[in-house]
């Protein structure tokens, strides 16, 4: 079955960086496309950013671009989100998410359990 | 950038009833409106995707209409087990994927 398992969130600082990671099995890694998904605490849902199976090409959301980049490793079956310059705005539950349609569209068949960061001094 | 809204931001209703969440976007789009339902404490899941076909293993009470800018998703028969969340999503437009503010379901 699809398992995706998050891993890397914590308490950071403003103005530092973190790594999250996302280990995928029970599909073909390659074949899809990634998305990373946030929650703020008792807040809905926010798109962050996607990056297409081979990883040639990615989108990001206008409140992450320039700071945050999504990559995949496709022989480790692990999906990236590297965040820089964090924020406190940035504290959220990330989710990584598989494609469903196997590009870069959006939808979501497939999720992470989460990891939280909290972003704070 | 088209914006989702859905209504009503929250809703009380008995076990039995019939509950319609609506999600509008701000022009007309093409179908690829999705409904995500999210449990406390859970991961959202899946429920209707391309405005109205049922995800695998969805119960048939859930049900998704419309067409460019309204959308509904309807519960025919209100469960204890649906009490959750609800989004609604416009998909394939990367970088626009967005998501409705979020229907907080409860049972009166």
């Known amino acids: 079955q699809v398992q995706l398992v998050e891993s890397g969130g914590g308490v950071v600082q403003p103005g530092r960086s973190l790594r999250l990671s996302c280990a995928a099995s029970?599909?073909?890694?390659?074949?899809?496309?990634m998305h990373w998904v946030r929650q703020a605490p008792g807040r809905g849902l926010e798109w962050v950013a996607v990056?297409?199976?081979?990883?040639?090409?990615?989108y990001y959301a206008d409140s992450v671009k320039g700071r945050f980049t999504i990559s995949r490793n496709n022989p480790k079956n692990t999906l990236y989100l590297q965040m820089n310059s964090l924020r406190a705005e940035d504290t959220a539950v990330y989710y990584c998410?598989?494609?469903?349609?196997?590009?870069?569209?959006?939808?979501?068949?497939?999720w992470g359990q989460g990891t939280l960061v909290t972003v704070s001094s | 950038d088209i914006q989702m809204t859905q209504s009503p931001s929250s809703l009380s209703a008995s076990v039995g009833d019939r509950v319609t969440i609506t999600c509008r976007a701000s022009?007309?789009?093409?179908?690829?409106l999705a409904w995500y339902q999210q449990k406390p404490g859970k991961v959202p899941k899946l429920l209707i995707y391309?405005?109205?076909p049922l995800q695998s293993g969805v119960p048939s009470r859930f049900s998704g209409s419309g067409s460019g800018t309204d959308f509904t998703l309807t519960i025919s028969s209100l469960q204890p087990e649906d009490v959750a969340t609800y989004y609604c999503?416009?998909?394939?437009?990367?970088?626009?994927?967005?998501f409705g503010q979020g229907t907080r379901l409860e049972i009166k």
């Open positions: 998410a598989k494609d469903a349609l196997g590009g870069m569209g959006g939808l979501f068949d497939y």
């Open positions: 029970g599909f073909i890694f390659r074949s899809y496309g």
């Open positions: 990056i297409s199976y081979d990883g040639s090409n990615e």
């Open positions: 022009q007309g789009m093409s179908n690829y």
């Open positions: 391309a405005a109205s």
């Open positions: 999503q416009k998909y394939n437009s990367a970088p626009s994927i967005t």
